[in-house]
């Protein structure tokens, strides 16, 4: 469910850099050291004057990282028609047509998405509106938009030139992928990508002041953010879209600021050699520093338990970003990235039902703690009870929340330190899941009145609740 995420690489940013950044009391006009500020009426820009302003960027930003041009780098002007054909062409390349419809359908099922939202058109716009210069790690050619106004060019030579001498050092495009096929993974690496490529920018508009980003303590990105407004397509957006497109360049800014604190540019290739392993590190760069990594997740197949009528369409893992996102759909921001934080590993499938399309989404997450788990239970019971606002049969248990929608049954189960949920399955197959974790069956639903009993009554629930305080004891009665 990455694969919007990874098209972000493409020079989004440059469009939401304010004018003036203010960096440790010191004022840099973000032009200044680039060029004057346009005329009213702005002249179109010339291949001999772009490519020797590409030139002298490209010395500045070797200097500023330490990586030395190793083979010349080829550079032109392209349109916008040439860009949308470029967004497009990369966008096929990275994924096929059923591979993209399975993003969409996951970011859907975990409610990061309206139903029928048009994902492909939505990233060919916002990318074609937004662009204003790229580097492409296969042609090993540097682009910049026609249409840029002259003043900000620079800016985007110093972030895309940042990415080319790292590809003639690391070879940037199969350092990324070889994350593969872990997307939280590879949404670190490019975190890495466009954080160091930012921090290098935010270098260039800093030189003649004596100072760098390493200066600066307490380096805040948002103030980087500008109008959001000026991006129709952008303004739009499901919330998600917008985070997700952002995360690479801010989350992984701080995070290159923080690990390049002391040493300076000489930690890079550092990162390159040992990259962060999740969205975790990026949001933590202590764990990154300390070498914690997040637990292996494993799920048990459900293909013959759901039959022929069933395909799979994703599995993958969502890590710490995916998470505080799907939270944030349903609870405020702050709780949201509190509880996001007490990830330690998860992995999810999404299957499609063939003949009507449904959604049956499974997820099982790894927490800090057992007092993180009974958190987490209580406070996801709330949001899939907002996820769902036809509700009927809510069944409510210490450690276990359950309850049906027209799209089939809901089912959130917590043992010590992990939670598992199921959308969209019967209870059978939620009883077969968990029975295939060894994990005990979860308690029996009510009887309905005048229905036969059902075959799980007779079984036991266990002993004594599994998370303990989740609920006070006239909480713990089915409503």
């Not at 200097?63 to 349109?79: A, W, Y």
């Not at 916008?80 to 993003?103: G, H, L």
């Not at 080319?164 to 993974?185: C, G, S, T, V, Y």
């Not at 290739?269 to 590190?281: A, D, I, R, Y």
Request: net charge negative.
């Amino acid at each position: 469910m990455a694969w919007h995420v990874k098209l972000a690489c493409l020079g989004l940013c440059a469009l939401y850099l304010s004018p003036v950044l203010f960096l440790g009391g010191v004022a840099v006009q973000a032009q200044e050291a680039a060029v004057a500020p346009p005329s009213a009426v702005s002249k179109p820009v010339t291949d001999a004057d772009f490519i020797a302003a590409a030139d002298e960027v490209l010395g500045q930003m070797s200097q500023i990282t330490g990586l030395q041009l190793v083979t010349p780098l080829k550079k032109s002007l392209r349109s916008r028609e040439e860009i949308r054909a470029y967004v497009i062409k990369q966008m096929n390349e990275d994924k096929n047509a059923a591979e993209r419809y399975a993003d969409e359908r996951s970011a859907e099922a975990f409610g990061l998405l309206p139903k029928g939202f048009d994902l492909d058109s939505f990233m060919v716009n916002v990318l074609t509106e937004q662009v204003e210069g790229l580097y492409d790690p296969q042609t090993r050619e540097f682009y910049i938009a026609d249409w840029s106004p002259p003043a900000d060019q620079r800016m985007v030579m110093a972030h895309e030139l940042t990415h080319a001498l790292e590809d003639q050092h690391f070879q940037i495009e199969a350092w990324a992928k070889a994350a593969r096929p872990n997307e939280d993974a590879e949404l670190a690496r490019d975190s890495v990508l466009e954080g160091s490529a930012m921090a290098a920018m935010i270098d260039y508009l800093m030189l003649g002041t004596g100072r760098s980003l390493k200066d600066v303590p307490d380096f805040d990105p948002g103030v980087l953010i500008g109008d959001l407004g000026s991006s129709p397509t952008l303004q739009k957006a499901p919330p998600f879209l917008k985070d997700a497109l952002m995360f690479p360049y801010l989350g992984g800014l701080t995070f290159s600021a923080a690990v390049m604190k002391n040493t300076g540019w000489s930690a890079l290739p550092g990162l390159f050699e040992k990259p962060p392993v999740s969205t975790q590190q990026i949001l933590h760069p202590a764990l990154y520093q300390s070498g914690r990594t997040p637990r292996k997740v494993t799920l048990p197949p459900l293909e013959k338990m759901l039959g022929d009528n069933w395909s799979k369409l994703d599995e993958n893992i969502m890590g710490e970003f995916g998470w505080k996102e799907v939270l944030k759909q349903f609870l405020d921001n702050d709780r949201a990235k509190s509880l996001a934080a007490a990830w330690d590993g998860d992995r999810y499938m999404v299957f499609e039902q063939k003949r009507t399309k449904r959604l049956l989404l499974v997820t099982r997450l790894y927490l800090d703690s057992e007092e993180l788990a009974a958190r987490f239970f209580g406070q996801y019971s709330e949001a899939l009870e907002k996820k769902h606002s036809e509700r009927t049969n809510l069944l409510r248990r210490p450690n276990f929340f359950s309850f049906d929608t027209p799209d089939g049954g809901v089912f959130l189960d917590c043992l010590g330190d992990e939670c598992v949920t199921l959308e969209g399955a019967t209870r059978n197959v939620f009883d077969g899941f968990t029975k295939a974790l060894n994990w005990p069956l979860a308690p029996p639903p009510r009887e309905r009145p005048g229905a036969a009993p059902a075959k799980t009554a007779a079984i036991s629930a266990p002993a004594a609740p599994l998370v303990a305080g989740i609920f006070s004891p006239a909480a713990q009665t089915a409503p």
